[in-house]
C-alpha cells in the first residue's frame, strides 16, 4: 500500500471551504467576567487526586531515614581509606551481604 492510496479528496465534505474564509452569521458575545466565588463554585465539586505506588512510598521512607542520619565524619573516612590501602581493612562479607539483602526487602515492601 503506497501512500498515495490513503489519501482523500476532502473537499467533498466541506464543500471546498477554505477555513480562512469563513464568517459568522451571529455577533461574538464577549466573555461575561466571573467573580472569585463564581469559579469556586464551579469548581467545588473537582478535585486533584495524587496516588502514589508502593515503589514511590518505600523511596520516600529511605529518604526520609537518610536525612535523619548524621552528617559524614571525615576523621572515620581516612582512618578506612588508611586501611584500606595498607591492607589492614577487613570485610564481613556475610555482614555486607545482609545489610544490601535489608535494604533490598526494605525498598520492595
Given amino acids: 500500500m503506497k ?3 490513503l489519501m482523500m479528496n476532502i473537499n467533498k465534505f466541506t464543500n471546498g471551504l477554505d477555513n480562512t474564509s469563513r464568517s ?3 455577533p461574538v458575545k464577549p ?3 466571573t467573580s472569585p466565588e463564581t469559579k469556586a463554585k464551579e469548581t467545588a465539586g473537582l478535585s486533584d487526586q495524587v496516588k502514589l505506588s ?3 512510598k518505600s523511596i520516600q521512607q529511605v529518604e526520609a531515614e ?3 542520619m548524621k552528617d559524614v565524619d571525615d576523621n572515620t573516612i ?3 581509606r588508611s ?3 595498607s591492607g589492614e581493612y577487613k570485610i ?3 555482614k555486607l551481604a545482609g545489610k544490601m539483602l535489608d535494604f533490598e526487602d526494605r525498598l520492595n515492601s
Wanted: charged content about 40%; hydrophobic content about 25%; proline content about 4%.
Fill in 78 to 80: 581516612e582512618r578506612i
Fill in 31 to 33: 466573555a461575561e467576567p
Fill in 92 to 94: 564481613d562479607y556475610n
Fill in 54 to 56: 508502593n515503589s514511590s
Fill in 24 to 26: 459568522r452569521s451571529e
Fill in 83 to 85: 586501611a584500606i590501602d
Fill in 3 to 5: 501512500l498515495g492510496d
Fill in 66 to 68: 537518610i536525612k535523619q
